[in-house]
């Protein structure tokens, strides 16, 4: 299963953002190129607790649905997101990617004995399930952009 504690899973992935241009445009849903790289900054910022999000009571918070989630189902498109990944207006195009590419470099950095936060939806995670639903969540939308 691929994970962002993978080196060469981070490298790929940063191989397919380096292709994302401004002018992409989404094959479903209303990102646009760049609020998709300020959505998935954002998204890891919440990773390590850089950025608060309100926690959700839903029914993937518990296992086994939520290993089931994290694991194996497919990423469905139009989820709903936590509104704090979605707030802020898109930096620069460089500066975005920029920011985006060293929180993915970062990534490899971290420690997974640290605390991480709990996620808005799934709550309590392990390191290894945010490795995963981290490469997925960013896998899904580069794959929305068609790289």
């Known amino acids: 299963m691929k994970s962002f504690w993978q080196p060469q899973t981070r490298a790929a992935v940063l191989g397919r953002l380096e292709v994302l ?7 479903w849903g209303r ?5 998709v790289v300020a959505h998935l900054s954002d998204a890891l910022r919440m990773a390590f607790g850089d950025l608060a999000t309100r926690s959700k009571r839903l029914p993937v918070r518990h296992p086994p649905l939520k290993q089931i989630v994290i694991y194996w189902l497919p990423m469905p498109k139009g989820l709903p997101t936590a509104a704090e990944l979605i707030s802020r207006a898109p930096a620069a195009w460089e500066a975005e990617m920029h920011d985006c590419r060293t929180l993915i470099e970062r990534f490899g950095r971290e420690s997974p004995g640290r605390a991480w936060p709990d996620h808005p939806a799934f709550g ?3 390191a290894r399930q945010w490795g995963v639903i981290t490469y997925r969540h960013t896998d899904h939308h ?3 952009f068609g790289v």
């Open 31 to 35: 990102f646009t190129a760049p609020l």
């Open 21 to 27: 241009t401004p002018e992409h445009r989404a094959q």
């Open 124 to 126: 309590t995670m392990t």
């Open 142 to 144: 580069l794959s929305q």
